[in-house]
C-alpha cells in the first residue's frame, strides 16, 4: 500500500498521468471538479491540462476512461484554448471511444466531438470522422456516421460539409455490415432532409432496392424547411433572438428567409467534374466536316453521349464549340442542327460558368437559326439557348440579341422576344438596370406592333415579365406612348408570370406600384429608389415628413430629393405632367380663339393684328396683366401661344411690342402647365430673335423658361437644330451661348450629347469667328460635365482649331461644374428612376462612350487575315497584327462584333516572339478604348490570357500585359474578371512572376470595389499558398492582398477556409489573418445616390470617383428635417456627379461650423506606439517611396481618421491644393494650444507634410515648410526627442525639397533642418544628409553637402557616420563633381573639417585625383586658417548648434561666411538655453538649494516624470551601422576618434540583434589579433567585457527560448564571443585590466553557459562547452590575481546564499578557486593580499564555520581552509600583517583562524613558540631577522641607485615600508645628496599614488578625504606646483598622475594607452564591504556611450591637450565644484537625520 499513499500527494496534472489506475481515477475525478469551478474562460488554469486531455478519453482502464470522457467534455465547453486540442482528442474518441461496449462512453464521445463543432471547430472534427469511416472496426464507422448525423442534424448543412459525406456514402451502402448500412440509409434520409433532390444525382449509383427504400423514407419526411436546434458560440445571439421570436409567434417570416437559404445546396456541387475533351473520336473533326450527313451524325452521338454528364472539368473547349456552332448554322440537315444543339445545351449545363466565354459566339447562330419551323428543332433550339443564358448574363448577350430583333423573319423575332421573356424570369431587378431595360424594351416596343400576331404576343409576353421583374416605376417610362389597350394587354401577361426566383420580388413591387400614396411613395420604393435611407436621416420619422410636404409645394420644392436619388414624389408629378404633355393634342386656330377669348380681355384679341403698334402694345400690356392673374389650372397655355404667335406674330417690326411678346411667352411658360406643343409653337420665332440685338435677351429668358417647363434635353435638341437650320451667323452664335449658361443653369442631366455634336461641328466649321467661338465655348461648358473623353469627337478637325478647343479645355481643368440652379422641379425621363441599385443612370452626357458612332469592323476581319494573323512566318504574324492596328486606329470607336479576332489574337499572346506579344497586347489595349464598354463580353476568351502573360519572365511584357488589363478593367469593371474559377485558375499556377503581378493588380482593384462575386473565394486557397511561395516578393505581395481579400469576404470565411492547410502552414496563415483583420480597410461606401456608378460600371474614369465627397456632403447636411434648400444643394452636387458641386461646400459648413469649435488633434493614449509597432510588425506599409502611391495616402487616412478632427481631415486630403492651405493655416493656429496632441500625432503630421512636398504647388510647399520650423521650434522647447520613426519617415523627404530650384524654399529646409538639431541628434541626421548627396538634382548636392559642413563645424567631427574617414571620403568624392557649385560646397566642407582638425584631414580622405588634390590645397591655403581648438562638445540627446563664437565661426567660406554665423546664433537664440553646454540633463538635475532650505519637514510629491519611450532600450541601439566588416579603416582613422569608435563598436556588441552583435565581435576580434592595434583596447576592457556577459545573459535568457530562431546562429555568437575572449586574455596587460566586478559577472556567465544543458543538446554544443572550458582556464591565468581571487570569492558567496542556484555551479566556482590556489606560488608576490583577507573575513562574518558545516557538501569549507592554509604557507607570519582593511580585527574569525594555523606550523617545525599572542611570536621573528633586513634594504637602494633599476627599486622600498611600517630607512639616506633623498620620497610619493589610485574607489562621496588636500592643483603659468611638506618643487608628471585618478573618480576616461580603468576594489575602512557590481558600471559606461559620444570626444581631446603640451590645464573650478557638491550633500545627509 505504500505506493497509494505516495500518489495521493501528487499534484492533479501528475496524478492524471500516474501509472496506477486509481490513481488517475482520482486525478480525473479531481480534475472534473476544478473545471466545473473555474469561472473564466481564459484562465491560466485550463493551459495546465492541454496536454492531457488526449489523455482523459483514450485512458486504457474502461471504468477510469469513462471519468476522464466527462472531464473531457466539461474542459471542451469551458475552456477557451480547448480548440487547439481538437485533432488529436477527437481522433482518441474515433480510436478509443468508438469501439467500447459502454453505450455511455459512446454518447459521451459523440457529446464531445459536437461539443468541439460548437466552438467553431467542425471542419476539424469532420475531417477525423471522415478519417474514422476508413477504420476496419465496423462499430467505428458505425459511431462517426451516426457522430456526423447528429451533427447534421442539430448544426444544420451550414455547419456540417455535406459533399465530402455524400462522396462516402455509396461506399458506405456497398457494406458488409448491416449496422453500416442502416446507418448509412439514416445519415442519407437526414442529408435529403436538408438539401432535398439535390441528393438523388449522386446516389443514383447504389443498389436499386437500397434506392427504393430511401425513396420510401424520403416521402415521409415533413416538407417544412429544417431548421439548426444548436448553433456555434459564435451564433448563440442568434438562437436567444429565434427563441424571443417564437414566444412572440412572429417567426413566420424568419423561417420564410431560412426556407430559403437552406436548400441552397446544388446537386451540381455535389457531383465529380468529367474531363471528356480527351475521350472525343480521335477523327471527330474530320467527321464533323464529312460530306456524308450519317459521318456527321456519328460524330454528334459520340458528343452527345458524353456531355451527358452532369458536371464537366474545365478546359478549351472552343474547337468544340465552333464545331458545333457550324453544324447549327450551316448543316442542311435539320436532325443534326437539332442533335448539335443538344450537344451545346448538354456543355452549358455541364461546364455552367465556364461556358460563358463561348455564349457569345453561339447566341447568334442559334437565334438566327429560330426561322426552322420544325417543332422538335426549335424545341433543341430553345433548350440550348435557354441553358446558354443560365452560364452567362443578360448585359453579355444583349448585344446579339437586340441586333435579330430587327431581322425580317417573324418566326426569328418572335422566339427572340420568347427568349427574351424567358431571360428576364431569371433576372431580379438589380440584375435587371435601367440600362440594359431601355434598349430591350425599344425593341420590344417595335414588336408589339408587328403585323405578325406570334410577334406581338411574345413582345407583350416579354414586356410583362420585365413589369413584373422590375415594378411599373422603372418601365413606365418606357412605355409612355403604348396606348391604354396594350398597357393593359402587357399588365395582364405580368400578372401571369411565374418568376423563377419566387414572387416576393414581384409582389413587393407591385404593392408599392399601385399605391402611389404621396407620402409613403418615397419611403416604400424598395425596388426603385433603395437610397432613401442613405440620404436622409437614419430615423424613420423625418423620412415620412420629408416626401409628405413636397407634393404641396411649388414644384421647384417638391422635387430635390428625387434628384438626389430619394423621393419618388417629385418623378410621380412629373410624370403625370409628361403624359398630358404627350398627349396635348394640337388645337386648330379656332378652338385656340375661342379659349383665348374665355380668359383675355375683348379689346386684346381684337386688337392683337393692329396696324398700329402703339395699339398693339396696349393689347400686349392687357395680355399681360391677364396672364399674371391666371390661375395654373385655367391657363390655355396653348391657345394664349397661339394668339401671340398670330399675324404679325413673330415677324412683329417694333421691338417694344416684340419685347413684351417674348416677355409673356417666358411668363406663361413660368406659370401654366406648358407643353411641348406650346412650345414647338413659339420656338422657331425665339431662335430667329435670339440674335436681335434688342430683343435677343428677351428671346433667351423664354427660351429658358420653356427649357424649364418641357426639359432642357428637349428644348436645347430643338432649338439647335432650328439654329443650324438657317442661315443667319449671329442666331446661331446666341443660341450655342445661351445653350452654354442653360446648361450651367440646368445641370447636364439627360442631354444628349449626340445630338448636339454634329450641330457643334457644323458651327466649328463656320466662316463666321463669332459662331466658331461660342461652339468653343459650349465644348468647354461640355467638357465640365462630360471630362476629356469628349475631345474623342473632335480628333480629326484642324489642328489650330484643336488647339483651341483644347485651351478651352485646359481653362476649364479641375474646376467643379456648378450645381444646377434651374430645371430641379421637373427633370427628364432618365431621371425618373435613377435608384435602381447603383446601376448606370442613363444621363446621356455622362455616359459619353454610349453615344459614340461605333464602325463594324467585323466585316474586315477576314479569314485570311485571321490565318495570317497565325502564320507559321513570324513577318507575316507580324503584318497582320500592324494590318488590325490599323484597322482600328482608322474605325476609333468599333461595334463589339469583331469576328474572328478574338481567337486569332489569344493566339499570339503566347507567341515564342515577344515582340509580338507586345504588339498584341498593345492592339488588346487599343481594342479596350474602342469598343469601350462592349468589351465585357471578350473578357472571358481575351481577358483571362492577357492576364497569363503576367507570368512572363520579360519585365517589359510583363509591364505592357498589365497596361493592357488595366485599360480592359477600366472599362469592363472588376465583375467579370472575378467571376467563375478564371482568375482562380491563374492564381493556381506556380509561376512567381504571374503570381506577385496578378496579387499586386487585385490589391490595387479590390478596395476600389464595393461589392465583388462570390467566386472571389475561390482565389483564397490559392492566396494562402502564395503567403508561403518560395519567393518573397509572391509573399510579400499576397501579404499585401490579404486585408483587400478580407475585406470583401469577411475574417471567418477567411480562417475557415484554412481549414485544408496543413496544421503548421494553418497557424502561420491564422496569424496573418488577424494581423490583415486589424489592418482590414472599410469597404469603399455606396455613392451617396445610387446611380452614380460603381467603380466597374461603364462609365469613363471620370466620374466614378464621384461618390465619396458628395456621399461626405450629404450626411454632413441632411438633418432628420431636411431643409429643401440644402436638399437642393445636395442633389443637385450628387448629380453633377463630379468632386463636388461649388454650392455644397457653402451649404455643408451651415451644420460644420460649430463642428469646429474643438480640438483638431485628439490625443490617443498609445496611439503612437501602437502605429510604431504596426509599422515594425509590417502590419503597415513602411514609410518608404519615391513618389506617393495611393496605398499609402489611404493608410495614412485611416491612420489619422482616429485622431484628426474629421472636419481637417478633409481638409488635408481634399483634391484642391487652397484647403491644403487652409488646413495648415489651421494646424499653425491650433500649434500652441494643442502641444499635447501636436506631440501625440506628430508622426501622422510630418507624413502628411512629406505628401505635401510631393505637391507641385508653390504656395502650399511656402505653408508648409512655415509650419515645419514652427512646429520644431515649438518640440525644442517642450524638449521632445523625434522617435527614429518619426524621422526615417520624414527627414529624406525634407532633404528632397533642399534642391528646390526657388532660393527661398532652399533657405527655409536649411533653417529647419537647423532647428531639427535640436530635437534629432545631429550625428543621426547626418547619414540621411549624406544620402541626399548622391541625388542627381545638382542643388541637393551642393546644399547638402553645405549642411555637412555646418554639422561638422557645430558638433566637431563625432558626428560623422559610420566614421569620419568614410563620410569625408564620400564627402571628397564630389570635388570632382561636374557642378561647379557642388565641387564649390565639397571643397568648403573638407576645409572645415580642416579647421576643425588640421592634417589629419588628409589621412581621412584617402587618395584622391591630382587635380581635386590641388584644388583642395589651394582651396585650405586661400582659407589661411590653422586648426583651432576643439568646438565645444555637447550631449548627443539635445545637441544645440551653440558654439564659442571662436575663428571657427568666421570660416571662410566664399559668401556664406556671414550666414553661418547668424545662422548659429539664430540657432542659439531659438535654442533659449545659454547652459546647453552644461552634461547633465535637466530632469537629473539637483536642486540643491530647494533641498538645503527645506527644514526636515518631509513633503513627498511625485515628481513630475518624464515619459521616456523603453521600448527603444530592449532594441539593437540604433547607430547607423558600419556598412563593411573590415574593422582596420576605423582604428587608422585618428587616434583621438577611436575612444568614440570603440565605444560605439562595444555598444553593438550588446545588441539583441545576432547579426549586428557578430558584425561587432568580428571588428573587435580583428583588433585583438593584431599586437600594434590591440592596445587601443586599453582603457575599454570593462566596457567590453560587461557588453559580452550581457550579450551571454540575452542569450541565456531570450535568444535559446526563442524557438524561430536557427540554432546555428546561436553557437555562432557563442563561438565568435569566446573567440574574442580568447584573444583577450592571450593579451596579459590587456587581461588585467578587468576589474573585481566584471570578472565576477563574467565568471557568472561563464559558468552558467557551461552549466546550460540546452547547449548540450545541440549539434556543435559540447564544442562550445570544450572551448569555455578553454576560455575559463585562460581567464584565472591571465586577470590581475588579486581582482580574480576576489572575484571568485565573492561569487562563491553569492552562489551559497542563493536558493536557487545549482550545487554544481559552486561547485565550479570552487574548482576554480582550486586551480588558483595551485597558482599562488607563482603570483603571490602580485596578490594585495590584505584585499584577499578582507574578502574571506567577509565571507566569513557571513558563512561561520557552523553554518558552513551545515552546508550538504563539505566542498565548500574545505576549499577556504585549503586557501588560509596555502597563504599561511607561503607568507608565513607577515600574513598577520595583511589584515589592515579589516575592522575590529579580535572580532575576526579569520584573525583567529590564521592564528591557530600559525601556531600550528609553528608546533609542526619543532621551534620554541613563545607562550605569547601570535602578534609577541611575529615581533620576535622580527627581531630575529634585523640582520637580514638591513641587508634587504641595502640591496633595495643598491637597485634605486642603478639607472636600469630605478623603478624596480622605489617598487621594492614602496612594497617594504608598507609592510614594515616602522622599519627605519633614515641611516640609508642620510649619507645620500639632498637630490636623491627628494628623489626617493617624490617616488615612493607617485607609487602611492598610483597604487591607491588604481587600487580603490571610494564608495560614498568622489574623493577620498585624505586625498583632498594634496589633490587640489593650484593652476600657475608654467608648472604647477604646491608647497609639498620638505618644501621642494614637484614635477608636472606626478601631477599628470593625480589628475588620472581624479579624472577617473569623477567617471571621466584616460583613454591613453598606458591607463587603466578604475578597479573597484574597496576603501581602506569601509563601513560595508561590497564589491562594486558591473551593473554599477552600467551606468559610467553604457549610459555615458548611448548619451554622448560627442563627450568622449571631447575628453580624449582634453587628455591629447595635456599631453602634447607639457603643462598642467585641469581646470580646478571642476573639483572645486565637485567638492561643493559634496559638502552640500553632507549638509542635506545630516540634516535629514
Same mark, same amino acid.
Given at each position: 500500500m505504500g505506493d497509494d499513499s505516495e500518489w495521493v500527494k501528487l499534484p492533479v496534472d501528475q496524478k492524471c498521468e500516474h501509472k496506477l489506475w486509481k490513481a488517475r481515477l482520482s486525478g480525473y475525478e479531481e480534475a472534473l471538479k476544478i473545471f466545473q469551478k473555474i469561472k473564466d474562460e481564459k484562465s491560466p488554469e485550463w493551459s495546465k491540462f492541454l496536454g492531457l486531455i488526449k489523455k482523459f478519453v483514450t485512458d486504457s482502464n474502461a471504468v477510469v476512461q469513462l471519468k476522464g470522457l466527462e472531464a473531457a467534455l466539461v474542459y471542451v465547453e469551458n475552456a477557451h484554448v480547448a480548440g487547439k486540442t481538437t485533432g488529436e482528442v477527437v481522433s482518441g474518441v474515433v480510436s478509443k471511444v468508438f469501439n467500447q461496449p459502454k453505450a455511455k462512453a459512446k454518447e459521451l464521445g459523440i457529446e464531445i466531438c459536437l461539443m468541439y463543432i460548437e466552438i467553431e471547430k467542425g471542419e476539424a472534427v469532420q475531417e477525423e470522422l471522415l478519417k474514422g469511416l476508413d477504420n476496419k472496426n465496423p462499430k467505428i464507422i458505425v459511431a462517426c456516421i451516426e457522430t456526423l448525423r447528429k451533427a447534421l442534424s442539430e448544426f444544420g448543412s451550414k455547419i456540417i460539409l455535406l459533399k465530402p459525406i455524400i462522396k462516402v456514402l455509396p461506399k458506405l451502402f456497398e457494406s458488409r455490415e448491416k449496422a453500416v448500412r442502416d446507418e448509412a440509409k439514416l445519415i442519407a434520409v437526414e442529408i435529403y432532409r436538408w438539401i432535398r433532390d439535390a441528393l438523388r444525382p449522386p446516389l443514383q449509383s447504389i443498389n436499386s432496392v437500397q434506392l427504393k427504400e430511401l425513396e420510401e423514407e424520403w416521402v415521409k419526411l415533413p416538407t417544412g424547411a429544417p431548421k439548426p436546434s444548436r448553433f456555434l458560440r459564435s451564433q448563440q445571439e442568434l438562437e436567444a433572438k429565434l427563441e424571443q421570436q417564437q414566444s412572440a409567434g412572429g417567426d413566420t417570416e424568419g423561417g420564410g428567409d431560412d426556407g430559403d437559404e437552406v436548400p441552397q445546396i446544388d446537386a451540381y456541387e455535389l457531383l465529380e467534374a468529367v474531363e471528356i475533351l480527351s475521350k472525343l473520336p480521335k477523327d471527330f473533326y474530320d467527321k464533323i466536316e464529312a460530306k456524308k450527313w450519317q459521318e456527321r451524325k456519328e460524330a454528334l452521338e459520340a458528343v452527345e453521349v458524353l456531355v451527358k454528364n452532369p458536371k464537366l472539368e474545365a478546359g478549351d473547349y472552343a474547337d468544340l464549340v465552333k464545331a458545333l456552332k457550324k453544324v447549327v448554322g450551316k448543316d442542311t440537315n435539320v436532325m443534326l442542327v437539332a442533335l448539335a444543339a443538344k450537344c451545346l445545351t448538354g456543355l452549358a449545363v455541364g461546364l455552367r460558368k465556364k461556358f460563358g466565354q463561348y455564349a457569345g459566339h453561339v447566341v447568334p447562330t442559334i437565334l438566327e437559326k429560330f426561322k426552322e419551323k420544325k417543332p422538335q428543332v426549335v424545341q433543341a433550339l430553345q433548350e440550348a439557348i435557354d441553358a446558354i443564358f443560365l452560364t452567362t448574363t443578360l448585359q453579355n448577350i444583349s448585344e446579339d ?30 440584375? %435587371? ?29 416579354? %414586356? ?23 398597357? $393593359? ?39 426603385? $429608389? ?22 404641396g409645394g411649388p414644384p421647384k420644392k417638391g422635387k430635390p430629393a428625387a434628384l438626389g436619388g430619394t423621393g419618388s414624389t417629385g418623378t410621380k408629378s412629373k410624370k403625370g405632367l409628361e403624359t398630358k404633355e404627350i398627349v396635348e393634342p394640337e388645337l386648330s386656330i379656332e378652338v385656340c380663339e375661342e379659349k383665348a377669348s374665355a380668359v383675355l380681355p375683348a379689346t386684346c384679341i381684337q386688337l392683337l393684328d393692329s396696324s398700329n403698334w402703339k395699339e398693339r402694345l396696349a393689347c400686349m400690356e392687357e395680355f399681360q396683366k391677364a396672364v399674371e392673374l391666371m390661375d395654373r389650372t385655367e391657363m390655355p397655355c396653348q391657345a394664349l401661344v397661339r394668339m401671340l404667335a398670330k399675324k404679325p406674330g413673330w415677324k412683329e417690326t417694333n421691338f417694344q411690342v416684340m419685347q413684351m411678346k417674348l416677355h409673356i411667352v417666358a411668363l406663361i411658360a413660368q406659370k401654366g402647365n406648358f407643353s411641348k406643343t406650346s412650345a414647338q409653337i413659339v420656338l422657331d420665332g425665339l431662335v430667329d430673335k435670339i440674335g436681335d440685338v434688342k430683343c435677343g435677351n428677351n428671346a433667351k429668358e423664354a427660351m429658358t423658361a420653356i427649357a424649364e417647363a418641357c426639359m432642357l434635353p428637349w428644348t436645347a435638341e430643338q432649338v439647335m437644330s432650328m439654329a443650324f437650320?438657317?442661315? *443667319? ?53 461640355? /467638357? ?34 456648378p450645381a444646377p440652379t434651374r430645371g430641379i422641379s421637373k427633370h427628364s425621363t432618365s431621371g425618373t428612376d435613377e435608384g435602381e441599385d447603383g446601376d448606370e443612370p442613363d444621363d446621356g452626357g455622362n455616359d459619353v462612350v454610349d453615344l459614340l458612332p461605333r464602325t463594324e469592323i467585323s466585316d474586315k476581319i477576314t479569314s485570311e487575315l485571321a490565318s495570317k494573323i497565325g502564320d507559321k512566318n513570324w513577318k507575316i504574324r507580324k503584318e497582320g497584327l500592324d494590318e488590325v492596328a490599323g484597322i482600328i486606329n =482608322? ?74 488589363? *488595366? ?34 493588380w487585385l490589391a490595387e482593384k479590390l478596395p476600389t470595389l464595393r461589392s465583388t462575386p462570390t467566386d472571389l473565394i475561390l482565389c483564397v486557397p490559392h492566396l494562402y499558398s502564395c503567403l508561403e511561395d518560395r519567393n518573397g516578393d509572391v509573399r510579400k505581395k499576397a501579404q499585401d492582398a490579404l486585408p483587400f481579400f478580407m475585406m470583401h469576404l469577411g475574417y471567418e470565411k477567411m480562417a475557415k477556409a484554412t481549414g485544408k492547410l496543413k496544421p503548421t502552414s494553418k497557424d502561420q496563415v491564422l496569424a496573418m489573418l488577424e494581423k490583415a483583420k486589424a489592418n482590414m480597410p472599410a469597404k469603399p461606401a455606396a455613392p451617396a445616390k445610387a446611380t452614380s456608378k460603381p467603380v466597374g460600371g461603364s462609365a469613363p474614369a471620370k466620374f466614378q470617383p464621384a461618390s465619396a465627397p458628395v456621399e461626405d456632403s450629404v450626411s454632413g447636411t441632411v438633418e432628420p428635417k431636411p431643409d429643401p434648400k440644402k436638399a437642393k444643394a445636395l442633389g443637385v452636387s450628387s448629380k453633377a456627379k463630379t468632386a463636388q458641386g461649388k454650392k455644397v461646400p457653402s451649404k455643408t459648413s451651415l451644420k460644420e461650423d460649430e ?28 514609410? *518608404? ?6 496605398? /499609402? ?5 485611416t491612420q489619422m481618421s482616429s485622431c484628426v478632427a474629421k472636419w481637417l481631415q478633409d481638409e488635408m486630403f481634399h483634391s484642391d491644393f487652397q484647403h491644403h492651405n487652409k488646413a495648415l493655416a489651421v494646424m499653425v493656429d491650433h500649434l500652441e494650444s494643442e502641444k499635447e496632441g501636436v506631440i501625440g500625432c506628430l508622426d501622422l503630421i510630418l507624413k502628411w507634410l512629406t505628401l505635401r512636398f510631393f505637391d507641385t504647388n508653390t504656395s502650399v510647399l511656402m505653408k508648409a515648410l512655415e509650419y515645419l520650423k514652427l512646429l520644431f521650434t515649438l518640440l525644442s522647447e517642450e524638449e521632445y526627442h523625434l522617435t527614429e520613426n518619426e524621422a526615417s519617415s520624414f527627414i529624406p523627404y525634407l532633404i528632397l525639397k533642399v534642391g528646390e530650384p526657388k532660393d527661398v524654399i532652399r533657405k527655409d529646409v536649411r533653417a529647419i533642418l537647423n532647428r531639427m538639431c535640436l530635437v534629432y541628434p545631429a550625428s543621426k541626421m547626418f547619414p540621411f544628409i549624406m544620402e541626399g548627396t548622391k541625388s542627381k538634382n545638382s542643388k541637393q548636392r551642393a546644399e547638402c553637402l553645405e549642411e555637412l559642413g555646418c554639422l561638422v563645424e557645430s558638433y566637431g567631427m563625432n558626428v560623422c557616420q559610420p566614421t569620419p574617414g568614410k563620410a569625408l571620403k564620400e564627402i571628397a568624392i564630389h570635388i570632382g563633381d561636374r557642378d561647379n557649385a557642388v565641387r564649390n560646397a565639397a571643397l568648403n566642407t573638407i576645409v572645415t573639417v580642416y579647421n576643425v582638425h588640421g592634417d589629419q584631414v588628409f589621412k581621412l580622405i584617402g587618395t584622391l585625383s591630382e587635380k581635386d588634390m590641388s584644388m583642395l590645397e589651394e582651396r585650405i591655403k586661400r582659407s589661411a586658417k590653422r586648426p583651432s581648438a576643439a568646438p565645444v562638445k555637447q550631449v548627443e540627446e539635445k545637441p544645440q548648434r551653440t558654439q564659442s563664437i571662436s575663428s571657427n565661426t568666421n570660416m571662410l567660406r566664399k559668401g556664406p561666411a556671414e550666414d553661418m554665423s547668424s545662422r548659429l546664433n539664430q540657432a542659439r537664440s531659438m535654442s533659449g538655453h545659454p547652459e546647453a553646454a552644461q552634461m547633465v540633463r535637466r530632469e537629473f538635475q539637483l536642486d540643491l538649494d530647494e533641498i538645503e532650505n527645506d527644514n526636515g519637514t518631509v513633503r513627498c510629491e511625485m515628481p513630475e516624470l518624464v515619459q521616456h519611450k523603453l521600448d527603444d532600450i530592449f532594441e539593437p541601439v540604433l547607430i547607423p551601422e558600419p556598412k563593411i566588416r573590415a574593422v582596420s579603416p576605423h582604428f587608422d582613422d585618428m587616434h583621438s576618434n577611436t575612444a568614440s569608435t570603440i565605444n560605439f563598436i562595444i555598444s553593438q556588441v550588446a545588441s539583441g540583434d545576432i547579426n549586428t552583435s557578430i558584425q561587432a565581435l568580428t571588428q573587435i576580434d580583428e583588433v585583438l589579433r593584431q599586437e600594434d592595434k590591440a592596445e587601443a583596447m586599453s582603457g575599454h576592457i570593462d566596457q567590453f567585457l560587461i557588453a559580452t556577459f550581457m550579450q551571454l545573459r540575452l542569450i541565456y535568457n531570450t535568444h535559446m527560448a526563442d524557438e524561430k530562431l536557427e540554432k546555428d546562429e546561436i553557437i555562432k555568437l557563442y563561438s565568435c564571443i569566446i573567440g574574442n575572449m580568447i584573444s583577450l586574455f592571450h593579451i596579459e596587460s590587456l587581461a588585467r585590466e578587468a576589474s573585481t566586478g566584471v570578472l565576477k559577472d563574467l565568471m557568472h556567465g561563464l559558468i552558467t553557459l557551461m552549466l546550460d544543458s540546452r547547449i548540450e543538446d545541440l549539434e556543435e554544443g559540447q564544442q562550445v562547452i ?9 581567464v584565472l591565468e591571465k586577470s590581475d590575481q588579486t581582482n580574480i581571487l576576489s572575484a571568485l570569492l565573492v561569487l562563491l558567496q553569492d552562489s551559497l546564499l542563493a536558493t536557487a542556484s545549482s550545487p554544481k555551479f559552486s561547485e565550479l566556482v570552487m574548482k576554480c578557486l582550486w586551480r588558483m590556489v595551485r597558482l599562488l606560488p607563482d603570483t603571490i608576490n602580485s596578490i594585495n593580499l590584505d584585499r584577499i583577507l578582507l574578502d574571506i573575513h567577509i565571507f566569513m562574518k557571513v558563512f561561520p564555520k557552523e553554518k558552513l558545516k551545515q552546508c550538504k557538501s563539505e566542498f565548500p569549507i574545505r576549499t577556504l ?59 620576535? $621573528? ?31 622600498? /614602496?612594497?617594504?615600508?608598507?609592510? /614594515?611600517?616602522?622599519?627605519?630607512? =633614515? ?18 610619493r607617485v607609487i602611492e599614488m598610483e597604487r591607491e589610485g588604481k587600487g580603490r574607489i571610494p564608495i560614498s562621496t568622489g574623493i577620498s578625504p585624505q586625498m583632498e588636500v594634496t589633490c587640489v592643483p593650484t593652476p600657475t603659468s608654467t608648472v604647477s606646483s604646491i608647497g609639498n611638506t620638505n618644501g621642494e618643487e614637484v614635477g608636472p608628471s606626478v601631477y599628470l598622475e593625480r589628475l588620472k585618478i581624479l579624472r577617473q573618480r569623477c567617471g571621466l576616461d584616460n583613454t591613453k594607452q598606458d591607463d587603466r580603468p578604475p578597479l573597484t576594489s574597496l576603501l581602506s575602512k569601509p563601513a560595508v564591504p561590497t564589491v562594486a557590481s558591473s551593473t554599477d558600471m552600467l551606468h559610467s559606461k553604457l549610459s555615458q556611450l548611448r548619451e554622448s559620444r560627442e563627450q568622449h570626444q571631447h575628453s580624449d581631446l582634453d587628455s591629447n591637450q595635456t599631453h602634447s603640451s607639457g603643462t598642467m590645464t585641469t581646470s580646478s573650478s571642476s573639483t572645486a565644484n565637485i567638492d561643493d557638491l559634496k559638502k552640500r550633500l553632507e549638509r542635506i545627509k545630516s540634516s535629514r537625520k
Open positions: 440579341v437586340l441586333a435579330v430583333m430587327d431581322n425580317k423573319n417573324p418566326t426569328i423575332k418572335q422566339q427572340t422576344s420568347l427568349f427574351i421573356a424567358r431571360s428576364f424570369r431569371h433576372c431580379t431587378a438589380s440584375t %435587371l438596370p435601367k440600362s440594359l431595360l431601355k434598349p430591350f424594351c425599344a425593341a420590344l416596343l417595335k414588336h408589339i406592333n408587328d403585323s405578325a400576331p406570334d410577334v406581338r404576343d411574345a413582345a407583350f409576353e416579354a %414586356l410583362g415579365t420585365a413589369l413584373k421583374v422590375v415594378g411599373e416605376k422603372a418601365v413606365n417610362p418606357f412605355l409612355a406612348d403604348v396606348d391604354k389597350l396594350k398597357l $393593359d394587354k402587357i399588365k395582364e401577361c405580368s400578372e401571369k408570370v411565374e418568376l423563377v426566383h419566387g414572387k416576393k420580388a414581384g409582389h413587393a413591387a407591385d404593392k408599392k406600384e399601385f399605391k402611389p400614396v404621396p407620402g409613403r411613395a418615397a419611403a416604400s420604393g424598395a425596388t426603385g $429608389d433603395k437610397d432613401t435611407k442613405d440620404i436622409s436621416a437614419p430615423k424613420p420619422g423625418p423620412l415620412k415628413k420629408a416626401p409628405a410636404t413636397k407634393p437650320s438657317q442661315k *443667319n451667323p449671329k442666331n446661331q452664335s446666341e443660341t450655342l451661348n445661351w445653350l452654354s449658361n442653360a446648361i450651367k443653369e440646368f445641370g447636364f442631366s439627360g442631354l444628349n450629347v449626340k445630338a448636339f455634336i454634329s450641330n457643334v461641328k457644323t458651327a466649328l466649321a463656320a466662316t463666321n469667328p463669332a459662331v466658331r467661338t461660342s461652339a468653343i465655348t459650349l465644348l468647354g461648358v461640355m /467638357y465640365l460635365y462630360v471630362g476629356p473623353s469628349l475631345r474623342m469627337f473632335f480628333e480629326d478637325e484642324k489642328p489650330a482649331l484643336l488647339s483651341q478647343i483644347d485651351a478651352e479645355f485646359e481653362k476649364m481643368q479641375g474646376q467643379n461644374p =482608322e474605325a476609333k470607336f468599333i461595334q463589339p462584333n469583331i469576328g474572328e479576332l478574338p481567337t486569332a489574337l489569344k493566339g499570339r499572346l503566347n507567341d515564342s516572339n515577344k515582340i509580338l506579344v507586345q504588339q498584341t497586347l498593345n492592339i488588346l489595349q487599343q481594342l479596350a478604348v474602342a469598343m469601350g464598354p462592349n468589351i465585357k463580353q471578350h473578357v472571358k476568351n481575351l481577358g483571362i490570357p492577357i492576364i497569363t502573360v503576367l507570368g512572363d519572365s520579360k519585365n517589359n511584357v510583363r509591364a505592357a500585359a498589365l497596361a493592357t488589363v *488595366n485599360a480592359w478593367a477600366e472599362q469592363t469593371g472588376m465583375k467579370e474578371w472575378l467571376e467563375g474559377e478564371d482568375l482562380s485558375e491563374e492564381l493556381k499556377k506556380e509561376n512567381p512572376f504571374l503570381r506577385q503581378e496578378l496579387l499586386g463642428d469646429k469649435s474643438g480640438p483638431i488633434f485628439i490625443v490617443v493614449p498609445n496611439g503612437k506606439e501602437q502605429r510604431m509597432k504596426d509599422e515594425k510588425g509590417l502590419k503597415v506599409l513602411k514609410w *518608404n517611396f519615391t513618389t506617393p502611391r495611393d496605398e /499609402y495616402i489611404e493608410q495614412l487616412k570544450r572551448s569555455v572550458n578553454l576560455l575559463v582556464v585562460k581552509k585549503t586557501l588560509l592554509h596555502t597563504l599561511c604557507k607561503l607568507k608565513g607570519p607577515k600574513i598577520l600583517d595583511h589584515l589592515t582593511m579589516i575592522d575590529n580585527k579580535n572580532e575576526s574569525e579569520l584573525e583567529a583562524h590564521l592564528c591557530r594555523m600559525m601556531k600550528h606550523s609553528m608546533d609542526q617545525t619543532g621551534s620554541k613558540s613563545d607562550k605569547e599572542t601570535e602578534k609577541g611570536a611575529s615581533r620576535i $621573528d622580527e627581531k630575529s631577522s634585523k640582520a637580514k633586513v638591513n641587508d634587504f634594504l641595502a640591496e633595495i637602494f643598491k637597485k634605486i641607485g642603478s639607472k636600469e633599476n630605478t623603478k624596480e627599486g622605489l617598487a621594492e622600498l /614602496y612594497e617594504y615600508k608598507k609592510k /614594515y611600517s616602522d622599519a627605519d630607512i =633614515e641611516p640609508f639616506l642620510k649619507n645620500s645628496s639632498q637630490f636623491f633623498q627628494s628623489y626617493v620620497e617624490r617616488g615612493l
